[in-house]
């Protein structure tokens, strides 16, 4: 079992940055995976994430993400971060942090998850 805790979300002006951050605790499999995912308000969470990490270190992210988004590990602090930079209004969702184990060969696909945070919300407007 792993635990998942999001932080970090708020409103922000459109320009601005932010970073989330996932708290993680419970057993991780050496070859476990690490993303962050996002549901716009009404919709279906999203099946592609925006970014994702392999426990080697190995990132992918989402074509649409750019370069705006950047995901982190601190193994010493058990936290998976995401910073995103220049703040668009179509940013605004919920973002959920995940977690897999095993070997797959997309780790932006949420199918391949097992372990998911509460969510943060990040909203932007002016």
């Known amino acids: 079992q792993v635990n998942l805790v999001e932080s970090g979300g708020g409103s922000v002006q459109p320009g601005g940055s932010l970073v989330l951050s996932c708290e993680y605790s419970?057993?991780?499999?050496?070859?476990?995976?690490m993303g962050w995912f996002r549901q716009y308000a009404g919709q279906e969470r999203e099946d592609e994430g925006v970014a994702a990490m392999r426990s080697d270190g190995d990132t992918a992210y989402a074509d649409s993400a750019g370069s705006r988004f950047t995901i982190s590990q601190s193994k010493a602090d058990n936290t998976l971060s995401l910073q995103i930079v220049g703040l668009k209004p179509e940013d605004t969702a919920m973002y959920y942090c995940?977690?897999?184990?095993?070997?797959?060969?997309?780790?932006?696909?949420?199918?391949?998850?097992?372990?998911w945070g509460q969510g943060t919300q990040v909203t932007v407007s002016s």
């Open positions: 995940a977690v897999g184990y095993g070997w797959v060969r997309h780790i932006l696909l949420s199918s391949n998850y097992k372990y």
């Open positions: 419970g057993f991780l499999p050496s070859d476990y995976y």
